[in-house]
């Protein structure tokens, strides 16, 4: 079934593109959610004529979404859970959980983009896509108590410290051995009349 984007839609287009799509998506997720129309005449026609108002829409909603975005971003959201001794949790922790345990409005299900459940004590990385062209990273501290994720949340921030700065450390000794590679830098009409001297 051929569709006209109302939206940017990962990994299918940007808004305007008229795309074929299997009849099922079509039906069950991008006519509902409102996210394309039917490719039929009249449809396009009226695009065409709403395109502005919606590119207009589209970038207010963009622009709200970065800002919640730079709200969230490297947020933690903690989750106590009952786990076994080997780290094993009891259950999973769902893309629902993570956006109950957000505790903000703007945040469903629907936003937390994770690629399996979490099944295991410690700090996993997150995708919030929080609007088509805007996505962050959150972690989730899944732990057995809030003194364990106190802990498990020190510990990483300590970590994270050290990489980082081993990081630099390593790209200033890199720069320092660039700059000794090259030598003292004479221009090359300097070099040239050096050798003519010489001969």
């Known amino acids: ?19 074929n799509v299997r009849t099922g998506y079509a039906r069950n997720f991008l006519l509902p959610k409102k996210v394309a129309l039917r490719a039929t005449k009249e449809n396009i026609s009226h695009f065409d004529k709403e395109k502005a108002t919606l590119e207009k829409l589209n970038v207010k909603h963009k622009e709200e979404a ?7 971003e490297d947020s933690m959201a903690v989750l106590i ?22 505790n903000n409005e703007h945040i469903t299900k629907n936003n937390v983009k994770i690629d399996h459940p979490i099944k295991t004590i410690g700090i996993h990385t997150v995708r919030l896509q929080l609007h088509p062209e805007v996505s962050v990273q959150i972690k989730v501290n899944a732990a057995m ?10 510990t990483f921030e300590h970590l994270t410290t050290n990489v980082e700065e081993k990081n630099e450390e390593k790209k200033a000794k890199e720069t320092k051995e660039a700059k000794a590679d090259k030598g003292p830098n004479k221009p090359k009409e300097t070099e040239e009349a050096e050798g003519t001297a010489e001969e």
């Open 1 to 19: 079934m051929e569709v006209i984007l109302l939206q940017r839609v990962e990994k299918l287009g940007k808004m305007g593109d008229v795309v």
């Open 66 to 72: 970065e800002i919640l975005g730079s709200r969230l």
């Open 81 to 102: 859970r009952q786990a076994s001794e080997s780290g094993q949790l009891y259950g999973s922790i769902s893309a629902r959980d993570i956006a109950t345990a957000l």
């Open 145 to 154: 108590s809030e003194d364990e994720a106190k802990a498990q949340a020190k």
